[in-house]
């Protein structure tokens, strides 16, 4: 296999050998503190909010980072395939510990929204390098064997995170949840600078810098006007409504700049393939599936059931267990067969049977029964979200598997900084209407003050012990009234989250439907490489 040229520099991005097991780890260890830093960092915001003195830019730690992360995700792809993975992943990893180590000595908020902007260029490098090169090491058909791995560390990312985030902000302090990446920077940059090769193509490329200044401006109105309404302005108020307008305007010269630029930011002529275009509705529709369960049964769990918040940590172990098993299974099933439809038709039936099960939850469901729920959802997405990633990869030439995952990568991450701000709009406004249907004549005059509250923000300890304070000044009959209050809360949050979990009921039978509508490309073995070598030679 001819794969190198003059000076060590080869001609593709494929590792070979013993090197690309260094390459696999390598990729596992930075899936691991990239996924666990942004649970790590949810976790302990409220630390954060109450050091710096900072709630009204509390939005902008997060949509800071996902803007810069997304936006950048495109251009590593593209240029990962002309100049090779290794100096973008070297770049990422470097911004990225430079980010972190920023943010972990900030001194105000605004200090640490632009850290976290410069820690989202690393990311962006983080969501789409490990995935590319892992393209470099296995073929499809190979890869496939391998995905139960990458979930696992995924899952495990997922479980451990808020418990270390909780564990880190209480016994040192919220700076060390930041800190901590350090050490696994260093280690990634070490894999890297030994286990990937220099990279050179016949190839030429140009920066969309045009089309990647046209999404930003388009984009932050979008996800100010997501972050905002409901909460800070009305969702039909003028201030709303200008943002979403203004941002979808500029999307479309976006759009219209991207099908002239020489170069484009996002390819236009990726949406001409049926994989490709099927696999990022399917994801979209997939992740809005699971974005209520994921984001939001942790605060069902605390707040009705009533499991102890110090062990939220766990809360999510049985969904992330079925991922685990979901994937080694169809892992496994497409190896072997070297097809896919098949398995995506299950794991779409799968996902519909979770969605049923979860939509039984009421005030009386215990923890066993949403386990079980769980699990079962659990191994319907990850049995059906690596597999899309895989059949988009396998159904393009290899010489353009950077800018092919990137561009899916970054249409997925798009659809969830959307989907984020719009399910907490469902759930508080849902949340805040029954709440003001059940508090009792008792506690009318409270109504104008938890009538719009986060539910979240009522049920951390800290708030919990506040208003029990103030109930207790009453006396018995202050307790009494505290409980019923309480009461009403956790019947209104039951009432929210069956809410979310309707929405999701929905997507889960649009992602079942359009499984169907998946082509079929048989998974290629070591001839998705080999056909590269046949250009070079040709060339």
Do not use: C
């Not at 249409?411 to 249907?437: D, M, Y």
């Amino acid at each position: 296999m001819n794969l190198s040229a003059v000076d060590g520099v080869q001609r593709t991005n494929q590792i070979t050998g013993s090197r690309k097991w260094w390459a696999f780890a390598t990729v596992l260890v930075t899936m691991f503190f990239s996924s666990l830093d942004q649970t790590v960092v949810s976790t302990a915001m409220p630390t954060v909010i109450s050091d710096l003195h900072g709630l009204n830019l509390y939005t902008w730690v997060f949509t800071a980072y996902m803007i810069t992360s997304s936006i950048t995700v495109p251009i590593y792809g593209k240029l990962s395939d002309v100049f090779g993975r290794k100096p973008f992943y070297l770049f990422g990893l470097v911004m990225f510990g430079i980010g972190s180590a920023v943010s972990g000595q900030a001194h105000s908020m605004m200090e640490l929204v632009w850290a976290r902007a410069v820690q989202g260029i690393g990311a962006g490098a983080m969501m789409s390098m490990p995935r590319a090169t892992v393209g470099d090491i296995f073929s499809p058909k190979e890869r496939a064997r391998w995905m139960g791995v990458m979930m696992a560390v995924f899952g495990l990312s997922s479980i451990v995170g808020p418990a270390i985030g909780g564990f880190i902000t209480d016994n040192w302090s919220w700076r060390w949840v930041f800190y901590v990446n350090l050490p696994f920077v260093v280690l990634a940059i070490a894999g890297v600078v030994f286990a990937l090769p220099r990279v050179r193509t016949k190839d030429q490329v140009k920066v969309d810098w045009q089309g990647a200044a046209l999404l930003t401006i388009g984009l932050v109105p979008i996800l100010l006007a997501l972050t905002w309404a409901g909460s800070k302005y009305a969702w039909g108020s003028l201030d709303i409504v200008g943002l979403l307008a203004g941002g979808a305007l500029v999307l479309v010269a976006f759009v219209l700049w991207e099908t002239r630029a020489a170069d484009p930011l996002v390819a236009p002529w990726l949406f001409r393939n049926r994989v490709f275009t099927t696999s990022l509705v399917l994801q979209l529709l997939v992740g809005m599936a699971m974005f209520g369960s994921l984001m939001y049964l942790p605060i069902f769990v605390q707040g009705v059931i009533g499991l102890n918040a110090q062990n939220s940590g766990w809360v999510m172990t049985p969904m992330m267990g079925g991922f685990m098993v979901g994937s080694m299974v169809s892992g496994q099933v497409m190896s072997k067969t070297g097809r896919y439809r098949h398995v995506a038709w299950l794991s779409g039936a799968v996902i519909v049977v979770g969605s049923v099960l979860l939509n039984r939850v009421n005030v009386h469901t215990s923890w066993p029964t949403i386990m079980v729920d769980m699990i079962v959802l659990g191994v319907g997405i990850g049995a059906l979200m690596p597999l899309m990633n895989m059949a988009v990869q396998n159904a393009f030439p290899y010489r353009v598997m950077g800018t092919v995952n990137a561009s899916q990568q970054f249409v997925s991450s798009l659809g969830g900084v959307i989907a984020s701000p719009v399910f907490g709009t469902v759930l508080n406004h849902a949340f805040s209407r029954k709440l003001r249907e059940l508090l009792p004549p008792s506690l009318s005059a409270m109504k104008s003050n938890l009538g719009s509250v986060n539910p979240q923000a009522l049920l951390t300890a800290q708030a919990q012990k506040a208003i029990a304070a103030q109930f207790d000044r009453l006396g018995p009959a202050g307790q009494a009234l505290y409980h019923e209050l309480m009461q009403a809360v956790k019947l209104s949050l039951t009432y929210g989250i069956q809410q979310l979990f309707l929405v999701g009921l929905v997507f889960s039978v649009l992602t079942f439907v359009g499984t169907f509508f998946l082509p079929e490309v048989k998974l290629k073995g070591d001839e998705y490489f080999r056909a590269e070598d046949a250009e070079e030679h040709a060339g």
